[in-house]
């Protein structure tokens, strides 16, 4: 059975917040325990590290915000642009967010969503005891499909891929290309929970399958020459 358990005692998270001490203490009051998953939704991460900026509501300053924020632009259509950000990701407005934010302003993805993935794990296990994985998680598109889903983009303490290749199917064929894309899974079932008007930026998910062990969300970026989309 699996589990997802909301954290909705966060409250509002500003620059310089002490994310980490009030995530172990949340988590530590909901009972978290080893093998469970911390998920955290990246904005209440890049609110904590100053990832806010102004912005108004016109659209040439958001579009040259999105510019200043994406490595290169992918795509264009009316308002929208596809962008690679600097960290590799492919999405929409390279990240660049007014949901949840404060009237004015604009939330960007944290610089470094893996560190920062790191250095929460390493102060919930300072602060608990636990070896808790971390998600940080974001809203993505997908190709072909309509719908929004949240994916990873920064981890600690779990590996994002969970490899398939040479093993059999229950028909006895091998599996030539099956890798498992686990920590988007588990992100995007904590969504469930937390979701972007439920005011719960952070959730336990407990009994998912999943290898401990170092790995970074960079790891789920397909390689452009394998990218079909591009």
């Known amino acids: 059975m699996i589990s997802i358990i909301p954290i909705e005692s966060i409250g509002e998270v500003g620059r310089g917040h002490d994310l980490a001490n009030t995530l172990a203490t949340a988590v530590g009051e909901v009972g978290a325990v080893e093998g469970d998953v911390l998920v955290v939704t990246h904005k209440v991460v890049s609110k904590s590290e100053g990832a806010v900026v102004d912005l108004s509501d016109d659209p040439e300053e958001h579009l040259r915000l999105v510019e200043s924020e994406a490595k290169s632009i992918i795509r264009r259509r009316g308002s929208l642009t596809i962008t690679e950000t600097r960290h590799g990701f492919i999405c929409a407005n390279a990240g660049v967010d007014r949901s ?14 893996d560190r920062s993935a790191r250095r929460l794990r390493d102060r ?16 993505f598109g997908r ?16 590996r994002p891929l969970m490899d398939l290749r040479g093993e059999s199917d229950h028909m006895g064929r091998t599996l030539d290309v099956t890798e498992i894309a686990v920590v988007d899974e588990i992100a995007a079932a904590a969504d469930l929970v937390m979701g972007k008007s ?19 969300a960079t790891e789920l970026i397909r390689p452009p020459n394998e990218d079909l989309f591009r």
């Open 100 to 113: 949840n934010a404060q009237p004015g302003t604009a939330i960007l993805l944290p610089y470094d969503p």
């Open 124 to 139: 919930v296990y300072h602060h608990l005891g636990l070896e808790l994985p971390v998600i940080i998680s974001d809203t």
């Open 143 to 158: 190709p072909w499909r309509r719908g929004l889903t949240d994916v990873a983009i920064g981890v600690a303490g779990i």
């Open 198 to 216: 439920s005011m719960v930026p952070a959730a336990l998910v407990r009994g998912a399958p999943y290898h401990q062990g170092a790995g970074e």
